[in-house]
């Protein structure tokens, strides 16, 4: 499906979803679009998109849509609540989550969509705020293969990386390996910086040094020089990302895999929580350390 003139809906508009919307915009869709706040669809409404008083109004004027929410309660509210997707859309309706949710949701949400005559592939997304705005998402697809193909040439408008990693569930699975790398990543990163400065070291200099070698990664290069300017403004939220590291935890001890990394950020990113900084940036964590919370 190309993306000029097709019917396409947008359920969540907030620092991902927005962009997102936009970009399809930008494509020719028809964008029709539902968020809770209607203020956070303002700007896409005067780019062109025609706004929707529920998720089922919009689910009837559509051949595909996308949602992009906080959370699986709220990804379950908006699939199977009686103003939802799967109750309410037109036969043949492809909808596609890019919410990071929970694999085994995922799964229900396929095979509920199936039942009812529609189809539904999971498909979070990696690259945070810059990656929405500049339309180089990682996008992981779990689902059939005929639907993906279908979706294919939309997805490529929002992202740079897209691959379809298996059946129903497979992108979620996908996004929590990508969580898990994020986890290592950051801490670490954090923890260089907090190293560096405890040294009396200049950290900026650190960085420079560190980035182009082999402890090199987008944490350090992207989120660190953040830290250091005390920008904490959320690329993506802290308490997002705990709910991503919790449903990883349950996923892995349902495989019965152990993750004692993984356990470590959720504890920690637990903390953040509990400081009352989750609506904060994941670089964040760094306060902590530097206010002696760790």
Known sequence: MEPKGARIGFVGLGVMGGPMAGHL??????????????EKAKSVIEAGA???ETPAELAR???????????PKDVEEIYFGSDGLIANGRKGLLLVDTTTSRPDLARRIHEAARA????????????????????????????????FAEVEPLLRVLGKTVILQGPAGSGQHTKMANQIIIAGNLTGAIESMVYAQAAGL????????????????WQLTSMMPRVLDGNFAPGFYAKHFL?????????????????????LAERLFSLVEKEGKGELGTQVLYLLYKEGRI
């Open 25 to 38: 915009i930008s494509a020719g869709a028809s964008l029709h679009v539902f968020t809770r706040t209607r």
């Open 50 to 52: 025609c706004w929707h």
């Open 61 to 71: 004027e559509c051949d595909v849509v996308f949602t992009m929410v906080g959370y």
């Open 116 to 147: 009812a005559g529609l189809r539904a592939l999971d498909a979070p997304v990696s690259g945070g705020d810059l990656g929405a705005r500049n339309a180089t998402l990682t996008i992981m697809v779990g689902g059939e293969r005929e639907d």
């Open 202 to 217: 200049d950290p900026r200099r650190v960085l420079e040094s560190v980035s182009s070698g082999s402890a090199g990664s």
């Open 243 to 263: 709910k991503d590291l919790r449903i990883a935890l349950d996923s892995a001890k349902a495989m019965n895999v152990p993750l004692p990394l993984l356990e």
